[in-house]
């Protein structure tokens, strides 16, 4: 799977948008990206995945360059509960790679009052 | 409902003693993991099984056996447990045709004194 890199540590006001980035520039082109999170004391928590066009769900929404080498995690309203380490992921989606989830060292977000 | 469920969630105990650590989910899934998390908090795949065969067996000692009784289990033997086991264990699901997106557990935090 190709290697991500993401920020160390992120800070984010309550209430206003996190946009967390995620360089992925060795994507191949059958490699999903995915967004996992992990708050204190829990199991990693999906959060959404793409392969090309821009994603939205309850929880986030993805957006992804046209070159697919960065992409773009965005909490529209962060919330204390958004505080976590935020995992971007790239997996393809067949073969033996797709059983696994390779977890970087991601960012810590910390939602601030 | 709980959709992946591991148990114990706390489990203290002496080296050299043998444990097992269970998990169950409930969404239908065909494929389950077992990954490890320690001290430094790296989360790394440990083993994957799909429809009850093993699929990807990481470079883990042989003292860990997992063994999986049926497509909704997916259980970790661990003997002779050393000082360097303790870590948290989590468990997670997917389905295979449904893009692998893995569902984890909360966790077992295992502690080898």
């Known amino acids: 799977d190709a290697k991500t890199t993401q920020p160390t540590s992120m800070d984010c006001a309550e209430g206003r948008a996190a946009n967390l980035p995620c360089n992925h520039s060795?994507?191949?082109?059958?490699?999903?990206v995915y967004w996992y999170r992990q708050i204190h004391s829990q199991g990693p928590q999906y959060i959404i995945h793409?392969?090309?066009n821009n994603e939205t769900n309850e929880m986030a929404s993805l957006i992804i360059t046209e070159d697919r080498k960065s992409s773009t995690l965005i909490l529209p309203h962060a919330t204390l509960r958004d505080t976590a380490v935020y995992y971007c992921?790239?997996?393809?989606?067949?073969?033996?790679?797709?059983?696994?989830?390779?977890f970087g060292k991601g960012t810590k977000l910390s939602v601030i009052p | 409902d709980t959709a992946v469920s591991q148990t114990p969630k706390y489990l203290v105990t002496q080296m050299g003693n043998d444990k097992s650590i269970k998990c169950e989910q409930n969404?239908?899934?065909?494929?389950m993991y077992w990954y490890k998390q320690d001290s430094k908090k790296f989360l790394k795949i440990m083993f994957s099984?799909?429809?009850?065969?093993?699929?990807i067996n990481e470079t883990v000692p042989n003292r860990f056996s997992p063994k999986s009784p049926d497509k909704a289990h997916l259980n970790l033997h661990i003997n002779s447990l050393e000082l360097g086991d303790s870590a948290v264990y989590f468990c997670?699901?997917?389905?295979?045709?449904?893009?692998?997106?893995?569902?984890f557990g909360e966790g077992s935090w295992l502690t080898v004194v």
């Open positions: 997670a699901s997917s389905h295979s045709s449904s893009g692998n997106t893995i569902y």
């Open positions: 060795t994507i191949s082109g059958n490699e999903y």
């Open positions: 793409g392969l090309k």
């Open positions: 992921i790239v997996r393809a989606h067949s073969g033996a790679g797709s059983y696994q989830l390779t």
């Open positions: 969404l239908g899934h065909d494929t």
């Open positions: 099984y799909n429809n009850k065969e093993l699929i």
